[in-house]
């Protein structure tokens, strides 16, 4: 029986991040993985083809207003095939460059489902059942798609985040149950490939999580492009007939029917456990979530959780920076917890929205007496010059000490301009400091200096 210093089940952001790491310090690592590639949901399931198809349909709206700019083209047309061929050439090259990493680093893959047979000890049932003992075990094993009750998906006319990755025609009509990023992304997608979108959410606004004012320019944007949204609405029944689905909504006590050619359910993820045997050894659990501490240990002397399996932001960058702490911590590295309030939050839709900290409602829920500065795309230069005005950066300030407590962006590359605001975020930076530094003219980033400047009422440039 081969004995490592580590193992880790599950080779997601979280777990194969966790591995590489692990052999960088030193450690004989074993990653366990069920499925024949490395990578998990983010690479072949999430993150990556769901991106590779935004920038498709970012590239396609760019191109049907190049006339804009100058520039004539033929009506553009969409090849779905050709669309899914790269988004695969692409997960399959990152696929390559995990195991390249992997094998680098010496860490030894296993190919099977892990399930525990003592903390120390894991079976691993695949094209070869064998068993390994590891001196400490990560629990890496992420989520799946969480599905209702009312609402399960036949992976042909009602559909989930895995099945409407899968090569296929666009349909002509698709509603999109669930607006947090997964839901709003394909929702963006698809308007763009050019569905008719139905985005519907429960809650009484869109990306519930994010500020309020971001949603409600979210909302006004997807509009404007031709998307229906309906807020504070429920499905309470999905009925699959004549090739298509025909949805009961609820608002406000009044019921309405919606027919469309497919749904896709983006209602959430839950863990996935099952079959690994934490139960067996005692692992303590925080509700469907494995509880651990801030050093990613479960109670379980030697064995630690990351990713989507523990109640931290289901976030492939949170899973990785769980993963690093965690194979430190087992290492004897000096190691500090991570401040989940200093993570980012991306949603790559058109418009993109991202945010870091706290939203303005949270802020005063919390005491602060806020201070918010607001600055819009539509007086920025390099946004002019894109094309593309819609949105606005807001920061969310604590008047007492000048700290910034936020910062939400709405508008273009604002999963990239959420950099500065992380970094600033992580070493407590006052908006002074933001005002203080010079940012590059003309970019994109002059908004957020603008909006620095807005919270003191002191704009320049409007």
């Known amino acids: 029986m081969k004995e490592f210093d580590v193992a880790i089940i599950g080779s997601g952001p979280g777990g194969y991040v966790a591995a590489i790491r692990a052999g960088i310090n030193g450690l004989s690592t074993a990653l366990v993985e069920k499925d ?30 190049a006339k804009d700019h100058g520039i004539i083209v033929p009506v553009p047309l969409l090849d779905i095939a050709q669309v899914h061929q790269r988004k695969q050439s692409v997960v399959d090259k990152l696929a390559k460059g995990v195991a390249f990493l992997c094998k680098k680093r010496k860490v030894e893959v296993f190919t099977g489902l892990g399930s525990f047979v003592d903390a120390n000890t894991i079976r691993i049932a695949g094209p070869a059942d064998t068993t390994i003992r590891a001196r400490s075990v990560v629990i890496a094993t992420g989520s799946t798609p969480a599905h209702l009750p009312h609402l399960k998906p036949d992976g042909k006319s009602i559909i989930d985040s895995d099945t409407i990755l899968l090569p296929g025609p666009v349909p002509k009509s698709l509603a999109v149950i669930g607006s947090g990023a997964v839901g709003t992304e394909f929702a963006s997608v698809f308007q763009s490939f050019g569905s008719q979108v139905h985005l519907i959410e429960l809650l009484p606004r869109l990306l519930p999580i994010e500020d309020d004012e971001c949603s409600q320019q979210l909302e006004r944007a997807l509009k404007a492009r031709g998307m229906q949204c309906y807020t504070a609405t429920e499905v309470t029944e999905a009925k699959v007939a004549g090739g298509g689905v025909a949805l009961t909504l609820k608002k406000d006590g009044a019921a309405s029917t919606l027919e469309v050619e497919k749904v896709l359910v983006a209602t959430g993820r839950r863990p996935v456990l099952e079959g690994l045997g934490h139960d067996t050894i005692g692992v303590a659990m925080n509700g469907r979530f494995v509880a651990i501490d801030e050093y990613m240990r479960t109670n379980v002397p030697g064995v630690y959780a990351i990713g989507d399996v523990v109640a931290t932001p289901a976030l492939a960058h949170v899973g990785s920076h769980e993963g690093i702490l965690a194979v430190d911590h087992i290492a004897g590295k000096p190691v500090h917890p991570i401040d989940y309030l200093a993570v980012p939050n991306c949603t790559y839709s058109h418009p993109e929205v991202a945010s870091v900290g706290l939203t303005e409602r949270a802020a005063k829920e919390k005491g602060f007496d806020v201070r918010v500065g607001k600055f819009p795309f539509s007086a920025i230069s390099k946004a002019a010059i894109l094309g593309d005005t819609t949105g606005f950066v807001k920061i969310v300030a604590d008047k007492r000490y000048d700290e910034v407590l936020g910062v939400h962006i709405i508008g273009p590359r604002a999963t990239e301009l959420i950099a500065e605001a992380v970094l600033g975020k992580h070493l407590e930076t006052t908006v002074e400091a933001i005002t203080h530094t010079v ?7 002059e908004s957020m200096m603008e909006a620095a400047h807005a919270v003191y009422g002191e704009t320049i440039h409007i």
């Open 36 to 65: 024949p590639f490395l990578g998990g949901t983010c690479l072949h399931r999430g993150c990556i083809p769901t991106k590779a198809l935004l920038h498709t349909a970012e590239l396609l709206d760019e191109i049907r207003h």
């Open 439 to 445: 940012h590059a003219h003309p970019t994109l980033a």
